[in-house]
């Protein structure tokens, strides 16, 4: 699977958008970005993904580069309830067994001021 | 509540016993994975199930450990003859088959082991 690399924090005001970015300069075309969150002593939770177009729906926007190299998450107006650490992860769409599972990295902690 | 369950949610053992995990999925996924997490560190993944078929194990997971799936519904997972190094929290998840639907997975809170 493509490696990731994403900043180990970040904060943001509340009620700012919050761009969390991520690079994948070696994601491959059939591999698919994929982010999740994790808040303090819960599961992960998936945001969001996508391939190539930007995405969008009612917990993020995805923004995936031209070259699709880099991607950013966007938090539109971020509350507390989302400091959290963000991890982007890429997956090939391949419909491999092995390629189901989600390799996670460290992820980037954001925390969301008042 | 993603609908995942996992039990016990807390576990304090003394080293050399044995531990078992339980999850129960989402009723309409077949997908059943376990992952491990320590403390700083992203979720690493142990096993996975598609049904009641162990399809893929991870280097991590010593022959100490065993998960199973045996009717493709709830799964279990053991801890023989515990370490220190086994104190983690263990996560369960559970998908749909579909790709791309198949990378949505659906997280437990967790069972957190501690070992004395």
């Known amino acids: 699977d493509a490696k990731t690399t994403q900043p180990t924090s970040m904060d943001c005001a509340e009620g700012r958008a919050a761009n969390l970015p991520c690079n994948h300069s070696?994601?491959?075309?059939?591999?698919?970005v994929y982010w999740y969150r994790q808040i303090h002593s819960q599961g992960p939770q998936y945001i969001i993904h996508?391939?190539?177009n930007n995405e969008t729906n009612e917990m993020a926007s995805l923004i995936i580069t031209e070259d699709r190299k880099s991607s950013t998450l966007i938090l539109p107006h971020a509350t507390l309830r989302d400091t959290a650490v963000y991890y982007c992860?890429?997956?090939?769409?391949?419909?491999?067994?092995?390629?189901?599972?989600?390799?996670f990295g460290k992820g980037t902690l954001l925390t969301v001021n008042p | 509540d993603t609908g995942v369950s996992q039990n016990p949610r807390h576990k304090i053992t003394k080293r050399g016993q044995n531990v078992t995990f339980r999850c129960d999925p989402i009723?309409?996924?077949?997908?059943l994975y376990w992952y491990r997490q320590t403390l700083g560190q992203g979720p690493e993944f142990l096993t996975y199930?598609?049904?009641?078929?162990?399809?893929?194990k991870s280097r991590l997971l010593s022959d100490r450990f065993s998960a199973e799936r045996p009717k493709g519904s709830f799964s279990t997972l053991e801890i023989q003859r515990t370490e220190q190094g086994d104190s983690a929290m263990y996560l369960c998840?559970?998908?749909?088959?579909?790709?791309?639907?198949?990378?949505?997975?659906?997280f437990g809170e967790g069972s957190r082991l501690t070992v004395l």
């Open positions: 009723s309409e996924h077949n997908r």
């Open positions: 992860i890429v997956r090939p769409s391949s419909l491999l067994s092995s390629n189901y599972k989600l390799t």
């Open positions: 998840a559970s998908s749909r088959r579909a790709s791309p639907r198949a990378g949505e997975l659906f």
């Open positions: 070696t994601i491959s075309g059939n591999e698919y």
């Open positions: 199930f598609q049904n009641e078929a162990q399809l893929e």
């Open positions: 996508g391939l190539k």
